[in-house]
């Protein structure tokens, strides 16, 4: 309705055609406001701001705990009730100061009641175990493939597919019949050439990302694609869900918005309107992708070179074992016996020859302390890589 009106049409006359009321014409006129339709926001949203007015802000709330557990540990009268904190915050000259019943409702939101209910925690922000995403400073683009799909009577194909995590900027390629580690690699570059290169990207531990799992010390063409491209690679912990969660989401959207929606006689048809989805797709996310962090061009004069020998970061994602270990390319280290089937993220240092593993909990995202620094060294590959 905003295309006709902008063509010349009068508001009444759109609303009689499409037959909405005229107030509903102007809203979305006004909406639109003289932008560019594909970078206006259509999506439809309650009325008001997003958060209340009256809303306590998570730095207050956090005060507010910090003097409760303050009061609970050095208080001569052991008192830490809200009346307490109540007390001691008016001591501190804060203003305005929350009411009793607006810290107790903290305090039960926050879990920090002595009763044992069940604690719904906030929810860590995207991208939390890697701290330069997590502050917005870093994109990257989550890899993913989906197998076993074939055009009926015709050829069997699989979908090597990919999103960012902030700017939502997917990617979907068809290969026939299947991806492979050598199909994984142009893939990348035609995507990467087109929107850009991120901070990082991160794939599960299939092997045609990671590489073989029968010997030690392997790092496959595509970690050497990327760290060429000075692109860090992250691969997600084994058997656990939530981490290449917004890929896998996207995939499912394909599937629905693509192969399942139409017939298809060919690869190059299915091409074709898989190519008209995802320029649609990102259209549609053009406000979002502006507000990400920033890609890197893809360097004009690059070229890549799979006997070199490779530099940079490669991190993993693991949960220890009872006792402590973790297993990354095909090798056991010791992180912590006092960690025990608990996340870390494990940095292998390939300049430095190090390993280094920094202890993660969801519940506090930001607090990442080394467990351990660990010497390693990527061995030399015995045979090259048939390019």
């Given amino acids: 309705m905003v295309s006709a009106v902008r063509r010349g049409e009068s508001q009444r006359s759109v609303a009689r055609r499409l037959g909405v009321g005229l107030r509903t014409v102007q809203y979305w006129v006004r909406r639109a406001d003289g932008r560019r339709l594909d970078r206006v926001d259509f999506a439809d949203r309650p009325r008001g701001p997003q958060q209340p007015g009256n809303r306590t802000s998570p730095e207050m709330e956090d005060r507010v705990l910090e003097v409760r557990r303050d009061l609970k540990e050095r208080s001569d009268l052991g008192e830490y009730g809200a009346e307490a904190v109540r007390r001691a915050l008016a001591a501190e000259g804060l203003v305005p100061l929350p009411s009793v019943r607006t810290l107790g409702r903290i305090a039960q939101r926050r879990g920090a009641l002595d009763g044992r ?5 906030t929810a860590p922000p995207r991208g939390w175990y890697l701290p330069e995403v997590a502050q917005d400073r870093e994109e990257l683009d989550s890899f993913d493939v989906v197998e076993a799909l074939a055009i009926k009577g015709g050829e069997a194909f699989e979908l090597f597919s990919g999103v960012s995590l902030h700017g939502g900027l997917p990617c979907a390629f068809i290969v026939a019949p299947s991806v492979t580690a050598r199909a994984v690699v142009p893939c990348l570059q035609a995507h990467w050439r ?3 290169l991120p901070g990082y ?3 599960d531990n299939d092997t045609r990302f990671q590489g073989p799992h029968g010997h030690p010390d392997v790092i496959s063409r595509t970690v050497r694609l990327c760290l060429s491209l000075g692109v860090t690679p992250v691969f997600v912990p084994p058997r656990e869900t939530g981490f290449q969660a917004q890929v896998e989401n996207f995939n499912g959207l394909w599937q629905e918005k693509v192969w399942q929606r139409f017939v298809f006689e060919d690869i190059p048809g299915l091409t074709a309107q898989s190519a008209r989805y995802i320029h649609a797709k990102r259209a549609r996310g053009a406000v979002r992708r502006d507000s990400a962090p920033a890609r890197r061009p893809f360097p004009a004069d690059w070229h890549l070179d799979l006997q070199a020998t490779p530099s940079g970061h490669v991190i993993f ?3 220890t074992s009872d006792a402590g270990h973790v297993r990354l390319l095909e090798r056991t280290f ?4 006092h960690w025990p089937r608990r996340l870390v993220r494990c940095e292998v ?3 430095d020859q190090r390993l280094r593993c ?3 909990r969801r519940q506090a995202p930001a607090d990442q302390p080394l467990l351990a620094d660990i010497p390693y060294r990527l061995k030399k590959r015995r045979r090259p890589f048939h390019e």
């Fill in 349 to 351: 240092d390939l300049d």
């Fill in 358 to 360: 920094y202890a993660l």
């Fill in 194 to 196: 087109e929107v850009g």
């Fill in 317 to 319: 994602i693991r949960r």
């Fill in 334 to 337: 010791l992180v912590d016996a």
């Fill in 201 to 203: 990207a991160q794939f």
């Fill in 117 to 121: 209910r069940r604690v719904r925690r």
